[in-house]
């Protein structure tokens, strides 16, 4: 194809419904033409807006003006031709702004709406549990509610399930003036938060009995800052749960437990020696995402919360941010009991997800201008199987510019689809002949099986003619592609953490790669902290002092406390213990080892 035949594609065809041949021949012109690029993008954006129906009589101006652009008389050489295409695009915006505001016009009147009420109403249960994001001072919460007992019913939208959720009194183990302020904040934002949740009734009280009535959640929220400045919340709801699918009734007591930090890293680290407790942390904001995170994982589900979430992932006017955010909350597992063989047992429950929710997915993987954000779009639409993603993914595997981005949609596409005939064809030929090697070999993976999977990972780690990130790369989206981890421990063996122990500090100290790659290489380290190899305690020594990365250096503390009897690693402990310039790694590290650091008299 050349720039004329785009133009007519993007003039004349609706370009979801292009053949296979016809996309390859497109994606082919694309990778070579930045300006068809551009313009296929736009188009790509406006496919994927939803557009309500229009109204009859608007539907016959529409009309009208198209006729009389026609009767204008329209040149077809192909500058022209794209100069109408963008006034079409901009008339279809304004059109489907048109309809839009006639359907909420039908709303207030009382006419029957259509399926424009549906969009009024999702717009409205948008703000059924919006978050609060404002900074709280030190003066605003001096002291903490008085725990009597009360009750507060918030009432129910008409779905929302009632149940009751009593709090018990703070527990204030904080030991400066800082942190007790930023907790007693955190503690009145739950209360309030709590009160504005549909269908709760809440009652603060002194004490609990030793029964759970059905339909109750206790909470307990307990305050710490054993350093100064650095507090935390942690907090637990109980609940008597129905055993699902038990037909006896049977129910059992379940505990959840949340936790809340203060350090968000990388915008705050270290103690109030470096920064204000209030400019490093948001208890408000804090305490609002676990509410956020109780009515996702533990309280009953909330048909009504799950329509708000959904509004806002199909809301473009909202900050990419938050469409992100939302859909990251649809797809949280909610905990379940089930029989067991002996006892009850809590697992996870997978949210279902609906053709909405991959529509709002699809835009928001099309229209981010984050590439990181895209990338953490296809990735956390793994596991969904919905025969709708098969060609997004396509197309993205195709036509997305960014390596990355693409990776994690042939990522999702390998793992979910491999057996959707459409989705086989593309990734036999990306395996074949993709420009991007790992693009390759994931690819591969889905059509030729594990063995050469893993054969790449080792061949490529002991491979020293490369670059280290290069050698490590594969190991690294192996460990970010989540639910892997036992598949990566299988290649650990003692060979593969000995040449990381000299790779892994190297690429630290480089720093040679981009936030999406130091995310990933965080996910390595994590999984390397669990192995148990020969070299395992020096490649945690060594990325504990390359390392200024506050995360990797915690994931290298709990590392080594667990290989208490290597000397190596108590004494590496020891020293964070007495010197290290973080105030709470040095924390970390005294808990970790405090029978190493005095031992027991006469001995």
């Known amino acids: 194809m050349n720039c004329q035949d785009i133009s007519s594609v993007?003039?004349?065809r609706d370009i979801t419904s292009l053949g296979d041949a016809e996309r390859d021949d497109v994606a082919s012109h694309l990778h070579e033409c930045g300006d068809c690029a551009s313009e296929w993008a736009v188009q790509q954006r406006l496919a994927a807006a939803a557009i309500p129906p229009m109204p009859v009589a608007l539907t016959k101006q529409c009309r009208m003006l198209v006729a009389a652009?026609?009767?204008?008389?329209?040149?077809?050489?192909?500058?022209?031709?794209?100069?109408?295409?963008?006034?079409?695009?901009?008339?279809?915006?304004?059109?489907?702004?048109?309809a839009a505001l006639l359907g909420m016009a039908w709303k207030n009147s009382g006419?029957?709406?259509?399926?424009?009420?549906?969009?009024?109403?999702a717009s409205s249960a948008q703000s059924v549990a919006v978050p609060a994001t404002a900074p709280v001072t030190a003066s605003s919460a001096a002291t903490a509610p008085a725990p009597v007992e009360s009750?507060?019913?918030?009432?129910?939208?008409?779905?929302?399930p009632r149940f009751t959720v009593r709090v018990l009194p703070l527990q204030d183990r904080t030991t400066d003036e800082p942190s007790r302020r930023a907790t007693i904040a955190f503690y009145a934002a739950m209360l309030d938060g709590l009160r504005k949740v549909p269908g709760v009734t809440l009652v603060t009280a002194e004490t609990v009995g030793p029964e759970i009535p059905p339909g109750e959640y206790q909470l307990t929220v307990t305050g710490s800052g054993p350093l100064q400045g650095?507090?935390?919340?942690?907090?637990?709801?109980?609940?008597?749960?129905?055993?699902?699918?038990?037909?006896?009734?049977?129910?059992?007591t379940v505990p959840y437990l949340f936790q809340y930090s203060s350090?968000?890293?990388?915008?705050?680290?270290?103690?109030?020696?470096?920064?204000?407790?209030?400019?490093?942390?948001?208890?408000?904001?804090?305490?609002?995402?676990?509410?956020?995170?109780?009515?996702?994982?533990?309280?009953?589900?909330?048909?009504?919360f799950r329509r708000a979430l959904k509004a806002r992932l199909l809301d473009r006017a909202l900050a990419p941010q938050l469409r992100s955010k939302a859909l990251d909350n649809l797809r949280v597992a909610r905990a379940v009991v089930v029989p067991g063989a002996s006892a009850p047992r809590l697992t996870q429950e997978q949210p279902n997800i609906d053709a909405d929710i991959v529509r709002g997915a699809v835009d928001l993987a099309v229209t981010a201008p984050s590439a990181e954000m895209r990338a953490q779009v296809w990735r956390a639409l793994r596991g969904a199987r919905m025969p709708e993603l098969v060609q997004p993914l396509i197309d993205a595997s195709?036509?997305?510019?960014?390596?990355?981005?693409?990776?994690?949609?042939?990522?999702?596409l390998a793992r979910d689809y491999a057996q959707d005939p459409k989705a086989r064809v593309v990734l036999e030929s990306l395996a074949g002949g993709d420009a991007l090697e790992l693009v390759r070999m994931v690819a591969s993976r889905a059509?030729?099986?594990?063995?050469?999977?893993?054969?790449?990972?080792t061949a490529h780690l002991q491979d020293e003619s490369l670059p280290d990130m290069r050698r490590i790369e594969a190991l690294m989206y192996t460990a970010s592609s989540g639910n892997e981890t036992g598949q990566l421990l299988a290649v650990l063996d003692a060979k593969a953490v000995d040449a990381l122990s000299a790779i892994v500090p190297r690429a630290l100290a480089a720093q040679d790669y981009a936030a999406a790659g130091a995310d990933r290489l965080r996910s390595l380290i994590r999984v390397l902290a669990t192995t148990n190899q020969p070299a395992t305690v020096s490649l945690l020594a060594s990325t504990l002092n390359v390392s200024s990365d506050p995360q990797i250096r915690r994931m290298a503390v709990t590392g080594l406390a667990r290989h208490l009897d290597d000397d190596r690693a108590r004494e590496t402990l020891e020293e964070v213990a007495a010197h290290d310039a973080d105030p709470q790694l040095r924390e970390a590290a005294k808990v970790r080892q405090p029978q190493l650091v005095t031992p027991p008299p006469g001995t």
């Open 10 to 12: 993007l003039d004349e």
């Open 69 to 98: 652009q026609r009767n204008s008389g329209a040149d077809t050489q192909g500058g022209r031709r794209r100069s109408s295409r963008l006034f079409l695009i901009g008339t279809l915006a304004a059109m489907a702004a048109a």
């Open 111 to 121: 006419e029957a709406p259509g399926s424009a009420s549906a969009a009024v109403q």
């Open 151 to 160: 009750t507060k019913k918030v009432e129910a939208v008409s779905d929302s």
């Open 230 to 252: 650095n507090w935390n919340a942690r907090m637990m709801v109980k609940a008597s749960v129905p055993v699902s699918g038990d037909e006896q009734g049977q129910r059992a």
């Open 263 to 304: 350090v968000a890293y990388p915008l705050c680290t270290g103690s109030l020696v470096d920064h204000p407790v209030t400019g490093c942390s948001d208890p408000e904001g804090g305490a609002a995402d676990q509410i956020e995170q109780m009515r996702l994982v533990a309280f009953p589900a909330d048909p009504s």
């Open 398 to 412: 195709k036509l997305e510019a960014d390596d990355a981005v693409r990776l994690e949609a042939v990522g999702t």
């Open 447 to 457: 059509v030729s099986g594990e063995k050469a999977w893993t054969g790449y990972l």
